[in-house]
C-alpha cells in the first residue's frame, strides 16, 4: 500500500527566509501524481503545487517549488521569501494514475512565520 | 460554479443520533471524495466515488458509516448512532480523473456530546 511521511510536525522560518518542508513516500508504481496542499488555520485546504512523476523537471509555482527525487521517493517543498500569510499545516499527498487512485495523504508539518 | 460546497458547516449532536452531511462537488468534476480530519492531523480516507459509482470504502470505516452519490452529482455522509469519536472534520473533495489535484470544500465539523 501507498505510504506518505512528513517528519516534521513542525517549523519555524523568520519572514522573507526560505524554508523546505520535507516528504517522502513509498509506492511501487512507476507513474503517479504528488501533491502540497495548505491548510491555513479554520480555513480550507488549497493546492499549492503538483508533480506528475514522468516529468523530470521539478515543478514551480511563484515562491513555491519542488524538489523531486524520484529514487529516492522525495517530494519536499521550498517556500522562498516567506510570508506571514503562509503560516499554515502543509500536507503531502499522492495519487496513482489509475485503478486505486484515491488521494493519500500525509500527516502534516505545521509551519510558523517569525516576524 | 464556485467550487466544493459543504453543507452544514457546523453540526452538533447527541451520542446516539443519527447525522447527514452533503457534498456539492465542482459540477463537471466526475470524483468525489471524502476524508475525516482530526485536530492537528492528515485527512483520513473514508471512501471515493467515480460518477455515482462508490469506488473504495475504507476498512477503518464502521458499518455505521455509508456514503451515497445518486445521481453522480451531489454526495451525502450519513453516520448511524453516533459516538464521541466520531467528533471530527469531514471534508469533501472533487477531481476529475487524471493528474489534477483535488478541490476541498470548507468541511463539516461534527461534534457528538
Known amino acids: 500500500a501507498q505510504t506518505v511521511t512528513q517528519s516534521q510536525p513542525e517549523m519555524s522560518v523568520q519572514e522573507a527566509e526560505t524554508v523546505t518542508l520535507s516528504c517522502t513516500y513509498d509506492?511501487?508504481?512507476?507513474?503517479?501524481?504528488l501533491f502540497w496542499y495548505k491548510q491555513p488555520p479554520s480555513r480550507q485546504m488549497i493546492l499549492v503545487i503538483r508533480q506528475e512523476a514522468y516529468k523530470q523537471q521539478n515543478a514551480t509555482e511563484n515562491r513555491f517549488s519542488v524538489n523531486f527525487q524520484k529514487a529516492a521517493k522525495s517530494f519536499s517543498l521550498k517556500i522562498s521569501d516567506s510570508q506571514l500569510g503562509d503560516a499554515a499545516m502543509y500536507f503531502c499527498a499522492y495519487r496513482a494514475p489509475r485503478g486505486d487512485d484515491k488521494i493519500i495523504f500525509g500527516k502534516g508539518t505545521r509551519l510558523h512565520i517569525l516576524p | 460554479d464556485t467550487g466544493v460546497s459543504q453543507n452544514p458547516r457546523h453540526k452538533i449532536t447527541k451520542r446516539g443520533q443519527n447525522v447527514t452531511f452533503r457534498c456539492d462537488p465542482i459540477s463537471e468534476h466526475n470524483r468525489l471524495y471524502w476524508y475525516r480530519q482530526t485536530l492537528g492531523q492528515g485527512p483520513e480516507f473514508l471512501t471515493y466515488f467515480q460518477n455515482e459509482a462508490q469506488l473504495e470504502k475504507s476498512r477503518l470505516l464502521s458499518d455505521r458509516f455509508s456514503a451515497e452519490r445518486p445521481k453522480g452529482s451531489f454526495s451525502t455522509l450519513e453516520i448511524q448512532r453516533t459516538e464521541q469519536g466520531d467528533s471530527a472534520m469531514y471534508l469533501c473533495a472533487s477531481s476529475l480523473q487524471g493528474p489534477g489535484g483535488a478541490f476541498f470544500g470548507q468541511g463539516t465539523r461534527l461534534t457528538v456530546v
Open positions: 509506492t511501487s508504481e512507476s507513474d503517479y501524481y
